[in-house]
């Protein structure tokens, strides 16, 4: 299973439905990014699922390896549809984040540490609002995710996102514990079906 490094999951979200929970969501109550050093630009998040004891904005952002109990934010309470998709998972979600990268805005290249298929976790990213000139670059490959689909990536490989549209690209970003479920996508791809 090491050798995937992206894998489209056959998952499909209604993209309108996608966006006008997030039309719903758009308050000043987005946090920056706290790796100033991993982008240029702006690079805002909002937390749907954060560790329960958070109470800064940046602990409701951060995927904290070490939480172990994760709760569902006001901002997911707001969201009919975003409920109704974190619904479709056969997992445990930990941090689930709609990460919004503006325009005109780089993510330098970095790795996320061990969210791959391989380890505990995988991070998956269901594409709300992007559009072809985003540029997501994985491990030197560009990969392009479509409004509505749903993407396993593995994070432990560098990689980047410059977003050269006039429109901010918003990402559905879960980080998913992997079990039989999750493995499941992966035997189907390994053994050809």
Same mark, same amino acid.
Request: glycine letters at 6%; charged letters at 25%; aromatic letters at 10%.
């Given at each position: 299973?090491? !050798? ?10 209604? =993209?309108?439905? !996608?966006?006008? *929970?997030?039309e ?5 109550e987005?946090?920056? /990014? ?5 982008? *240029? ?5 909002? =937390?749907?699922r ?6 800064h ?6 995927? /904290? ?6 709760? %569902?934010? %006001?901002?997911?309470g ?5 409920k ?5 998972? *056969?997992? =445990?979600?930990?941090s689930?984040?709609?990460?919004s ?8 290249? /970095?790795?996320?540490g ?12 269901? =594409? ?7 540029e ?17 990536l %593995? ?5 980047s996102?410059v ?7 918003? /990402?559905?970003? !879960?980080?998913?514990?992997?079990? *039989?479920w999750?493995?499941?996508?992966? %035997?189907a791809?390994?053994?050809?079906q």
């Amino acid at each position: 299973m090491s !050798l995937i490094e992206s894998l489209q999951l056959p998952l499909q979200f209604n =993209p309108a439905k !996608l966006q006008a *929970d997030l039309e719903n969501l758009q308050t000043e109550e987005w946090t920056d /990014h706290f790796n100033k050093q991993d982008y *240029d630009g702006d690079w805002k998040i909002l =937390p749907l699922r954060c560790p329960v004891d958070a109470k800064h904005p940046i602990q409701k952002i951060f995927s /904290h390896p070490a939480a172990k109990e994760w709760v %569902d934010t %006001d901002y997911l309470g707001q969201s009919s549809y975003f409920k109704e998709v974190l619904g479709q998972f *056969d997992c =445990p979600l930990t941090s689930v984040r709609l990460m919004s990268l503006a325009p005109e805005s780089r993510i330098n290249e /970095h790795s996320d540490g061990r969210m791959s298929i391989d380890g505990e976790m995988v991070r998956l990213h269901a =594409p709300v609002q992007t559009s072809s000139e985003v540029e997501f670059v994985l491990n030197g490959n560009r990969i392009e995710m479509g409004e509505g689909e749903l993407w396993y990536l %593995d994070f432990s490989l560098p990689h980047s996102v410059v977003n050269r549209s006039a429109r901010d690209r918003v /990402h559905l970003v !879960l980080d998913c514990v992997v079990n *039989d479920w999750v493995r499941g996508f992966f %035997d189907a791809r390994s053994i050809g079906q």
